[in-house]
């Protein structure tokens, strides 16, 4: 009943996982959210144009630039995405 009360609620259980994205000039890493069940490959093809990451380090070449809680990333810019460890 919990469940069914949080989606009618519009909650949706989600799934929480660091990923590292390499843009043309930068590298950025950040956690990803998303639905149980989905993947990286689910998040990258649906329609959404941006993927939001948070708790976010840039950096560029081998300088980090800044931290920031949140960042929407244009899915068309990424070259590379994949899983990251947690330091």
Do not use: C, W
């Not at 009943?1 to 949080?6: L, P």
């Amino acid at each position: 009943r919990e469940k069914e009360h949080a989606v009618e609620q519009g909650i949706i259980a989600k799934a929480q996982e660091q990923v590292t994205v390499r843009l043309e000039n930068f590298v950025i890493t950040g956690d990803i959210h998303y639905a149980k069940g989905q993947t990286l490959a689910d998040l990258m093809n649906d329609e959404r144009v941006f993927l939001p990451l948070t708790s976010v380090s840039i950096a560029h070449g081998l300088k980090d630039l800044v931290s920031r809680p949140f960042v929407a990333v244009n899915k068309r810019r990424v070259i590379l995405i994949k899983n990251s460890e947690k330091a």
